[in-house]
């Protein structure tokens, strides 16, 4: 059974671009949740997805917007990007009845230059 | 907001003696208290939960005890290992929101 499947694994890109991640949510999860780890840091929540709608937003700015696929796959997108988006993306699915049973995914690994 | 303080940051045990990890947590609606592993260049791991209606829950080796009053929540490992070497973060959750906040993580080192 796949897990949850994140891509790009590593991504570079250049100050100023935009970026789109994507997430592939494990079998039978509805739920996606898009989490920032910065170096050192612990995840940090920018929103989560149900039924293709935006349910609940972090303290990150419009730059940072999502979407929520009919088969439950979710993107994130940046624009504008800054030296300081640089961190590791981290995907989580989860049941909507059981919404912190998070199973998490690998990670896309941006780099901002 | 939620907010989780975590300490301390980096802690280095002999193979075998006993690590204990502390969090404490702002929003006294929190209700659900996960702790992760997150091994290098991995994705994190759920290890033990617990609810605020518990205050200890125990699985092998790992146990997690609840303080509601005082706000604060800890993980102890008994009889590390090499392989619990990993960053540890604690995390909380509810009181309406659907997000979990972490706290900023532990480095735990277990010297063979």
């Known amino acids: 059974d796949a897990g949850v499947t994140q891509s790009p694994t590593h991504l570079i890109k250049t100050r100023g671009q935009q970026v789109t991640l994507r997430c592939s949510p494990k079998?039978?999860?509805?739920?996606v949740s898009w989490y920032q780890q910065a170096l050192g840091q612990g995840p940090q929540f920018i929103f989560q997805?149900?039924?293709?709608?935006?349910?609940q937003r972090g303290n990150f700015p419009d730059r940072f917007s999502g979407h929520q696929f009919p088969n439950y796959s979710s993107e994130l997108n940046v624009n504008a990007l800054l030296l300081g988006d640089s961190a590791l993306y981290l995907c989580?699915?989860?049941?909507?009845?059981?919404?912190?049973?998070?199973?998490f995914g690998s990670g896309t690994r941006l780099t901002v230059v | 907001g939620e907010n989780v303080e975590q300490h301390p940051s980096t802690l280095s045990v002999q193979e075998g003696d006993s690590a204990v990890i502390k969090c404490t947590y702002s929003?006294?609606?929190?209700?659900?208290f996960p702790w992760y592993k997150q091994e290098l260049g991995k994705r994190p791991q759920l290890i033990i939960d617990?609810?605020?209606?518990?205050g200890e829950k125990k699985d092998q080796r790992i146990a997690v005890t609840l303080n509601k009053t005082a706000k604060h929540f800890s993980l102890h490992i008994t009889e590390t290992q090499p392989e619990d070497s990993a960053v540890y973060f604690c995390?909380?959750?509810?009181?309406?929101?659907?997000?979990?906040?972490f706290g900023k993580g532990t480095k735990l080192s277990v010297i063979p």
């Open positions: 995390a909380a959750g509810g009181a309406g929101s659907y997000q979990l906040t």
């Open positions: 989580a699915s989860s049941f909507l009845s059981d919404i912190y049973g998070y199973t």
């Open positions: 929003d006294s609606a929190s209700n659900y």
């Open positions: 617990i609810r605020s209606n518990v």
């Open positions: 997805y149900y039924e293709e709608e935006e349910r």
């Open positions: 079998s039978g999860h509805d739920t």
